[in-house]
């Protein structure tokens, strides 16, 4: 019989999490077990009843009460920000029970839950989170592409994936050293696509009045002007999907300029160019609110790191103003002329 637990799943994999394997995503192992029952969750809750409680924030503005329950287990119960109401279970922090009060809003929180627990097993591993979004050329070689708001990230990841490439990420990229195969890593986790009307323009589409159907419904995100995309709407769209991980071959620092014509050279300062787009910590995405202890991530750690992976991968600045430039030729340009 097909439930409503077998609907959430379905379409978190159809719509959420459409990306090809990895091997950077293969190593990440955890267990996720979703219930769909509203009296679960509330004998779930009534567990901290009596039990000292310490308010979590996953996000900016998004908050969970968390209890420990005599027999151990760590309890975490939605709060502020979030729509959809549900608890996180675990005693191991490795094995998961994710409790929802109803079907509805379940598969993009869900989709969020997994992504969380990705980048903090990756995190655990020393990998840094980026404002940056990133994407493989029709050529083969893999690009990451930071930049400030505005600067194009992901309508550049996006037109990547639309001129025969694949997207890695469009916001958020996490970068990873692997001392066992000597490559550094960017790893993208997006569940959601946010574009705006001048991004879908340039692909062609006029018409968006059907899109969104998915879109967060969390009271938190509300986005403006801008549409969430479901991975799955975005590969329908641009008949281009998401690979999940892949080798960095290249940086290039995104620069909105206002220039007349794009222009992609050398940075000049390549370790301040990467460094001003590092999030560590990221002042949106809380780090280890899925672990036992919090931590703190070491800036001299940060510095070292990115001193390595600008000596072994070449980072490039490419200034000009998306509205103009980024379009099907945008792959193009994310090839210096050096290189061609």
Request: glycine share 10%.
């Amino acid at each position: 019989m097909f439930t409503e637990v077998d609907e959430v799943r379905a379409a978190v994999a159809a719509e959420y999490h459409v990306t090809e394997p990895s091997a950077v995503a293969r190593s990440v192992a955890y267990e996720l077990h979703l219930w769909i029952d509203a009296d679960l969750a509330a004998r779930a809750r009534s567990t901290g009843e009596t039990r000292r409680r310490v308010a979590v924030e996953s996000f900016t503005d998004w908050w969970y009460n968390s209890w420990t329950t005599e027999d151990g287990f760590r309890v975490l119960a939605s709060g502020e920000g979030y729509a959809w109401k549900h608890l996180l279970i675990t005693d191991d922090f490795q094995s998961w029970v994710l409790i929802g009060d109803e079907v509805h809003g379940a598969a993009v929180s869900t989709a969020r839950v997994l992504r969380e627990l990705v980048r903090e097993r990756l995190v655990q591993r020393g990998a840094l989170m980026f404002h940056a979004g990133g994407g493989v050329l029709p050529d083969g070689s893999a690009v990451m592409l930071p930049g400030d708001s505005g600067a194009g990230k992901t309508s550049g990841s996006v037109q990547i994936a639309a001129a025969g490439g694949r997207c890695v990420a469009t916001d958020r990229l996490l970068v990873l050293w692997d001392a066992e195969a000597e490559t550094w890593w960017m790893v993208g986790l997006p569940s959601t696509t946010r574009l705006a009307s001048g991004a879908f323009r340039a692909l062609g589409i006029d018409d968006t009045r059907r899109l969104g159907q998915h879109r967060d419904n969390s009271a938190a995100t509300a986005s403006g002007s801008k549409i969430s995309l479901t991975n799955g709407e975005v590969a329908e769209l641009i008949g281009g999907g998401f690979v999940s991980g892949v080798r960095v071959d290249r940086i290039v620092v995104l620069v909105a300029d206002g220039s007349e014509l794009p222009v992609c050279a050398e940075a000049v300062d390549p370790l301040s160019a990467v460094l001003q787009h590092a999030l560590v910590p990221d002042p949106a995405y809380r780090t280890h609110w899925l672990s036992p202890g919090t931590g703190v991530e070491s800036a001299e750690l940060l510095r070292d790191t990115l001193r390595g992976l600008v000596a072994d991968v070449p980072v490039y600045e490419l200034r000009w103003t998306p509205s103009l430039h980024c379009d099907r030729a945008t792959a193009a340009l994310l090839v210096p002329n050096a290189e061609n």
